[in-house]
């Protein structure tokens, strides 16, 4: 009876193994290639959103600081709701890919309530009081307040002023300008809180803190009269009730 043997004949080939791996380098590597030249950011395909103390190309500069942060995906990525520190009026920003190769950055400003001038400078605050940035700079939009005195002023912390409520009336006030479509450039508060709102050239007395809401937006319609255009002076509205019987008296500058 014969045996039949079976032999376990294995033939290796090394130099086959070494080139799969470097087909599968040289595909991972491509691939990788791909991924950067697709995702990589043109500059005429991004777009500013949002900014106003900055313009688009400041803010190109603080997100697009080196190489990988051309990358789409990876902007996507490190500036979801990022907050932003030590940069003046931006509290965060956000990019959002619009294509592989374009963003949208959306820049969110701190909510500025306005400013004083302190020994030559603007101080910016927030409705809080809290001072955001000093500078010799101005800021259109935002109003100078006076009337409101501070022995020292410091980055991050409160105006000191002697009734913080202040700020809530400032706000106040900022909002229902806001409302009205009206950009104040100052508004001034005497010893006894009266307000007087300064626009162009004329000088709006609003006197108490009552009837906000109607005092400014009987401002809004004068402010559309042709013929106060250019004109310099005074508009009470202190006793202005928003009621129909109300008069508004303009007294012009010597």
Same mark, same amino acid.
């Given at each position: ?19 799969? *791996? ?15 030249? !697709? ?11 949002? %900014?106003?103390?900055?313009?688009? &190309? +400041? ?11 051309? %990358? ?16 003046? *009026?931006?509290? $965060? ?8 190769? $374009? ?5 969110? &400003? ?14 910016? *605050? /927030? ?37 913080? $409520?202040?700020?809530? !009336?400032?706000? +106040?006030?900022?909002? #229902? !300008? ?17 307000? #007087?709102?300064?626009? +162009? ?6 006197? &108490?803190?009552?009837?906000? %809401?109607?005092?400014?937006? /009987? ?6 009269? +042709? ?11 202190? %006793? ?6 109300? #008069? ?7």
């Amino acid at each position: 009876m014969s045996k039949r043997i079976k032999a376990d004949v294995r033939i290796e080939h090394p130099w086959l193994r070494r080139l799969f *791996f470097l087909i599968l380098i040289a595909m991972i590597a491509g691939a990788g290639w791909y991924y950067v030249d !697709l995702h990589t950011i043109k500059d005429e395909n991004v777009v500013v959103t949002g %900014n106003v103390h900055y313009t688009a &190309e +400041e803010i190109k500069e603080m997100v697009m600081v080196d190489a990988k942060s051309r %990358n789409s995906l990876y902007l996507s990525w490190v500036y979801k709701d990022k907050p932003i520190k030590d940069v003046p *009026f931006i509290a $965060s920003m956000t990019v959002k890919v619009t294509a592989p190769d $374009s963003i949208r950055i959306e820049v969110h &400003e701190k909510k500025l309530a306005g400013y004083i001038v302190f020994l030559g400078e603007n101080v910016y *605050f /927030d409705d809080a009081g809290v001072v955001m940035e000093i500078t010799n700079t101005y800021t259109a939009g935002i109003p100078e307040i006076s009337g409101i005195l501070a022995e020292e002023v410091m980055m991050g912390e409160p105006l000191p002023v002697e009734d913080p $409520s202040i700020f809530e !009336l400032i706000l +106040e006030i900022t909002k #229902t !300008l806001e409302k009205y479509g009206i950009n104040a450039q100052k508004i001034e508060f005497d010893e006894n809180r009266n307000i #007087t709102v300064k626009v +162009e050239n004329l000088r709006f007395l609003i006197g &108490e803190e009552t009837y906000l %809401n109607e005092k400014f937006e /009987d401002m809004a319609g004068i402010l559309k009269k +042709e013929e106060l255009s250019g004109k310099k002076g005074s508009i009470d509205l202190q %006793n202005d009730d928003g009621s129909k019987n109300f #008069t508004a008296i303009f007294t012009p500058d010597e």
